[in-house]
């Protein structure tokens, strides 16, 4: 009842509706909004491929001119694709309750999306130390 309830809002609103990925469209803007919350916004395969396919749609659109994505709110447990999804913007917001995690680094596997990229570019060499503890 709850889905139907936010189909509705979303019909005639500017959003297109996908289960875990919403994206609203108005001009030249699309905001995409990662809808999976009681799994924390883990990211899915349907959601990378959603974004994928977005992503790819959007670049052969001459209309639109500003993709927002948001997930850049670090709020509570920020890890593994969520969180390289959410540092590469412009601007992160974390909370004094962020908690950030690299799990996949404890199996010795390399971390995704660009953890590398991001962490080495931290202030004060912190990320060349923390890549250094993964």
């Known amino acids: 009842m709850f889905q139907n309830a936010i189909e509705a809002d979303?019909?005639?609103?500017?959003?297109?509706?996908?289960?875990?990925?919403l994206v609203k469209e108005s001009s030249h803007v699309r905001t995409i909004i990662l809808n999976r919350t009681k799994q924390l916004?883990?990211?899915?395969?349907?959601?990378?491929?959603?974004?994928?396919?977005l992503f790819h749609s959007y670049e052969e659109d001459p209309n639109v001119?500003?993709?927002?994505?948001?997930?850049?709110?670090?709020?509570?447990?920020?890890?593994?694709?969520?969180?390289?999804?959410?540092?590469?913007?412009?601007?992160?917001?974390?909370?004094d309750?962020?908690?950030?995690?690299m799990?996949?680094?404890?199996?010795?596997?390399?971390?995704?999306?660009g953890a590398s990229y991001y962490l080495s570019r931290l202030p004060g060499f912190f990320g060349n130390f923390i890549l250094i503890l993964l």
């Open 41 to 53: 916004n883990a990211l899915s395969l349907e959601m990378v491929s959603r974004l994928l396919e």
């Open 103 to 113: 799990p996949e680094t404890e199996l010795g596997l390399f971390p995704d999306v």
């Open 10 to 21: 979303f019909v005639g609103s500017g959003f297109s509706w996908s289960p875990c990925v």
């Open 65 to 95: 001119k500003l993709i927002i994505l948001k997930v850049s709110l670090l709020r509570g447990i920020v890890m593994g694709g969520g969180a390289g999804v959410s540092v590469h913007g412009r601007f992160r917001v974390a909370t």
């Open 97 to 101: 309750n962020s908690l950030f995690a």
